[in-house]
């Protein structure tokens, strides 16, 4: 019997130590005793993210800048008489570019203001009209508008070439520029004064700002006979293709010899042709008075062509910038009773782009 109990007691001892040990916390593998609180782990730091950047909407009245190539045109129109037609509408022209009809993006038939040169030859053919020419220039300073401006050069031979009077307003400063021209020995090199006059109004132009463009002219009086340029013919045409400026001229031929060659033109057949091409291929008119007498009307029929003209403005719809030469003719409907009208404007265009040949400069 007591045998017994004291093995109850044995077994009711073990239970307990066995107890006792389980309950008893124990380390795991890393020394960490599972009881205890945990620390919370370490947030890691925040890393930096890029989010791409919404493009801005356009809005309806934002100005969207597009590189076109507008090109601008001064359209005379006349009839069969030679007389302007001023009352025309944008529907009655056309503008064709190398055969393909052009939408027109600009019109106006409102005085532009204009920036044109004078070229006067001093040379010996020209003293018994110099008084006069200086007169008819002064006529046609006095009927400028105060927005036009003028440049008044005189020239002789390609190393008399002078700029007496830059672009000026100024009437006053205009007109003793026209005073201070005198007659003078030389071969007349034409071609030379016409190149360099044009450049220089390009030029002046280009120095402007964009609101602030004017039509472009160059009257040029002359006997038309070159003697001694360093520019060929073929240069100067050139630079008119590339040009704006429209060029009136007043040619005194009547003085140069009518006797020509066997398959050559006379000296005054010549001169006649080559100024009248001048005038057409820009755009202008030519006139050949045969006295001084004359340059009165002139110049005043000059200065009323310069400012009734047609602004024309288009986009080419051949937007290639290679540099090529594109032809331009513009076609006016007849009037009401089949009336003949007749577009005068420059012959084309030299597209943007391409290689700008060098020019040499002039010897002196």
Do not use: C, H
């Not at 003697?227 to 009136?248: A, D, G, H, M, P």
């Amino acid at each position: 019997m007591k045998r017994s109990l004291y093995l109850l007691t044995l077994l009711f001892v073990a239970a307990l130590l066995v107890s006792a040990w389980f309950a008893k916390p124990v380390a795991n593998a890393a020394g960490v005793d599972p009881t205890a609180t945990p620390t919370p782990a370490p947030v890691p730091a925040a890393t930096s993210v890029v989010v791409p950047t919404p493009k801005p909407t356009e809005t309806p009245d934002e100005i969207i800048k597009i590189d076109t190539e507008l090109v601008n045109l001064s359209v005379r129109v006349v009839d069969r008489n030679n007389r302007p037609i001023n009352n025309l509408q944008q529907n009655e022209f056309k503008i064709y570019e190398d055969g393909v009809d052009q939408q027109i993006d600009f019109f106006s038939k409102s005085d532009v203001p204009t920036n044109y040169g004078m070229v006067i030859d001093n040379s010996g053919s020209m003293r018994q009209l110099l008084d006069k020419v200086i007169e008819a220039g002064k006529i046609l300073i006095d009927t400028n508008r105060p927005a036009d401006e003028t440049m008044i050069i005189r020239f002789v031979s390609k190393d008399k070439i002078e700029i007496q009077q830059q672009f000026t307003p100024n009437k006053t400063d205009l007109k003793d520029a026209l005073e201070n021209m005198y007659i003078e020995g030389g071969q007349t090199a034409i071609i030379d004064a016409v190149y360099l006059a044009v450049e220089n109004i390009d030029e002046y132009e280009k120095s402007q700002k964009p609101a602030d463009r004017k039509r472009r002219a160059l009257i040029l009086v002359s006997d038309g006979e070159d003697r001694n340029s360093f520019y060929t013919e073929k240069q100067l045409f050139e630079l008119l293709r590339e040009s704006e400026v429209q060029i009136y001229v007043v040619g005194f031929v009547s003085e140069l010899s009518k006797e020509g060659g066997f398959v050559s033109k006379s000296p005054q057949d010549k001169a006649k042709a080559f100024l009248e091409r001048i005038a057409s291929q820009t755009g202008g008119k030519a006139y050949f008075p045969t006295s001084g007498a004359e340059l009165p009307n002139l110049a005043r029929e000059i200065s009323n062509e310069l400012r009734t003209q047609y602004s024309i403005g288009y986009i080419p719809s051949n937007d290639k910038r290679d540099g090529t030469y594109r032809n331009i003719k513009v076609v006016v409907s007849d009037g009401p009773k089949q009336e003949k009208r007749i577009a005068i404007s420059r012959a084309g265009r030299v597209a943007d782009g391409g290689v700008t040949p060098q020019k040499p400069p002039i010897k002196n």
